[in-house]
């Protein structure tokens, strides 16, 4: 069973800049949910995506958008990058539509914007 | 507004000792908790989950108490081993429409002494 896995490991971009971080499923796994872990903060609920539509959003603005592919993998987009973006991005994946009780976490993408 | 809250930053225990850790909730529609840990480099990992029809859920060394009039949730781990050093993050199901969102706490490190 595969876990997890998101790319790129590390990234560094400039403000005003757009960046597509990915994420592949655990196998059997058909929903996503993104995740924002600031320094010192615990992780932050930006959305989920189930069977290819956002199933839930927080409290991020649009520039921040994602996507379901048919084999469950995601993306999230980020436009107009701007320092307070600076984070570790989480993708967390789940069983169900309702993203199931337990969600299994990949190890994050590092992003630095200066 | 912080819905989950864990007061401790870190906590530094003996190894072979009892390590308590806490966490508080503002919300009382939250009906599932769950215990996530962290290494650094690594996402997190789920560790225990508590339903709030239950008080008491336990699993090997790990037990996860909830007092749901105090909106209050401890994981306790007994004997603590150097292994359990980590980031623990408390973490509450948020049933917002279509989502079961996780909401996350700031997490406290542990730090196990040999």
């Known amino acids: 069973e595969t876990g997890v896995t998101q790319s790129p490991t590390h990234l560094i971009k400039t403000r005003g800049q757009q960046v597509t971080l990915r994420c592949s499923s655990q196998s059997g796994h058909n929903t996503v949910s993104w995740y924002q872990q600031a320094l010192g903060q615990g992780p932050q609920f930006i959305f989920q995506?189930?069977?290819?539509?956002?199933?839930g959003r927080g409290n991020f603005p649009p520039r921040f958008s994602g996507l379901q592919f048919p084999n469950y993998s995601s993306e999230l987009n980020v436009n107009a990058l701007e320092l307070d973006d600076s984070a570790l991005y989480l993708c967390?994946?789940?069983?169900?539509?309702?993203?199931?009780?337990?969600?299994?976490f990949g190890p994050g993408t590092r992003l630095t914007v200066l | 507004d912080q819905q989950v809250k864990q007061n401790s930053p870190s906590l530094r225990v003996q190894e072979g000792r009892i390590s308590i850790l806490n966490c508080d909730y503002t919300?009382?529609?939250?009906?599932?908790f769950l215990w996530y840990k962290k290494y650094p480099a690594e996402g997190p990992t789920f560790l225990i989950s508590?339903?709030?029809?239950?008080d008491k859920n336990e699993d090997g060394r790990f037990t996860v108490f909830l007092n749901k009039s105090a909106k209050h949730l401890s994981l306790h781990i007994v004997p603590s081993q150097p292994g359990d050093s980590a980031v623990y993050f408390c973490a509450a199901i948020g049933y917002g429409g279509a989502t079961n969102k996780l909401i996350f706490g700031t997490g406290t490190l542990l730090a196990v002494q040999p």
């Open positions: 919300n009382s529609m939250f009906d599932y």
């Open positions: 508590i339903s709030s029809i239950k």
């Open positions: 967390a994946s789940s069983l169900g539509g309702q993203g199931g009780n337990e969600q299994f």
């Open positions: 995506y189930y069977r290819e539509e956002e199933n």
